[in-house]
């Protein structure tokens, strides 16, 4: 039985995270920024600011691991930045044995903002005194699911998409169970990437969406531009040698109806 720490542990993937690791038998300790109800009651709870590092150093105390699952999408992706350093930095001073962090598939390649910022803590990983574990993953069934959703037209029975775009996208839960693997062995450097079983359009997905959801809807693509859309063209985010997720685009969306 080991004590684990999980940052981000009321996000979505924290608290798949937070679930398996306690069916698994471990001891879990959760930093978040405000106390949840969403948190199991076996869960040690430990609350404070990622962003200037409060409760870091009692939260990191005694831990075997730590699995840094909290990211934010803002301007100057301070969480993701300065989150990172203080937690490094509160490792260190306690002597934490492992630290788990999850990037993504891609950051060495894309001009993506926010993939240049996960490819900047990966450095601050890789550099510091903590043994260290990345796993880099493709992006959640959840993500292209979005772009489909923001760009359906209810009435007028249409999608929008972005021109161009292509996803290989993974099960949450597939990457939170490749996690709680992860922590219980030792520090592994860069971990293996996980990818989805399927490369697929936008365009594609948004057909089998359609499908799914009994809808009748005319599929549209744009070729908008701009650095969250010109991150998934050109292939940059796809893992095409490492299809090891199980669940396919079609079972996540048959799953979800």
Known sequence: MLKILITGATGNLGRQVVRLLLGRQHRVRAYTQVANPSIPQDVEVYTGDLRAG?????????????IHTATAFEPGYVTEL?????????????GVPHLLYIS??????????YFKAKLEVEKMVTQS?????????TQFHTFPLQFITSGEDEQAGTITLPMGMSFQSIEMSEVALGLAKLAEGSAAGYAPVMGGPQILTLEEMAESYARH??????????PLQGEIYDGFRGGV???????????????????RA
């Open 237 to 255: 985010n796809l893992a095409p040698t490492r299809m090891v997720g199980h669940v396919t685009w079609e079972e996540f969306l048959q799953r």
């Open 82 to 94: 300065q989150g990172a350093r203080h937690l490094l930095d509160a490792a260190a001073e306690n």
């Open 54 to 66: 409060s409760g870091l150093a009692e939260a990191t105390r005694g831990v075997d691991a730590i």
């Open 129 to 137: 005194s903590v043994p260290w574990t990345i796993l880099r993953a």
């Open 104 to 113: 993504i598939a891609g950051v060495e390649e894309s001009k993506f903002s």
């Open 213 to 222: 959801s009994n809808k009748q809807r005319v599929i549209r693509t744009e």
